[in-house]
């Protein structure tokens, strides 16, 4: 393991980290980059233990917050941001980046109410919930001295097929 010599300020948080996807690349790039603080959870806790491991082999002292969950669920969401909050005393860098792509490539005329509801549970309503619990813990903050005019960024990753589609995709570019 090694020691991260400078230091990214502030605390990250990022969704959707488990696995070999972009939330856990983001989460490995917050730790390269020199952030210490760093709150992950996905659905996978298997895949979320390979991904703190993976920041702990990066930065060895990087104090890490991972919670396996459902990002459809609004008390998980909030409690999770809020366990973030209260362990770190702050939120500065918020990567959503939980979604599914909604599993087999099926024409929107036969996909299930279920599978539509599930899609749009877990990319939407989560993305939403995740951003409603990240403004409201850095609405409580006061900036970072090396960022003076703003408490806190979010950004949301989001598939290309919600501006461009794709046969067989309707359940997720409507």
């Known amino acids: 393991m090694t020691s991260f010599s400078r230091e990214l300020p502030g605390v990250a948080v990022i969704t959707g980290a488990g696995g070999t996807g972009i939330g856990a690349a983001v989460a490995k790039g917050f730790a390269r980059a020199g952030c210490s603080r760093i709150a992950i959870t996905d659905i996978n806790p298997k895949t ?18 991972d919670t396996a969950g459902d990002i459809s669920d609004e008390k998980f969401v909030d409690a999770f941001h809020d366990e973030t909050f209260a362990k ?3 939120i500065d860098y918020a990567v959503n980046c939980a979604g599914i792509l909604g599993g087999d490539v099926i024409k929107a005329v036969e996909m299930t109410m ?16 995740s951003c409603r619990a990240q403004l409201r813990n850095m609405l409580k903050q006061e900036p970072l001295q090396e960022h003076s005019k703003q408490r806190g960024s979010i950004v949301n990753i989001a598939s290309q ?6 046969p067989g995709a309707g359940q997720s570019t409507s």
């Open 161 to 166: 097929l919600g501006v461009v589609a794709r």
């Open 48 to 65: 979320l233990a390979q991904t703190r491991a993976a920041i702990l082999s990066i930065n060895s002292a990087a104090q890490i917050l």
């Open 88 to 90: 770190f005393s702050r």
């Open 114 to 129: 279920e599978a539509f509801d599930r899609l749009n549970n877990i990319n939407y309503r989560g993305s939403w919930l």
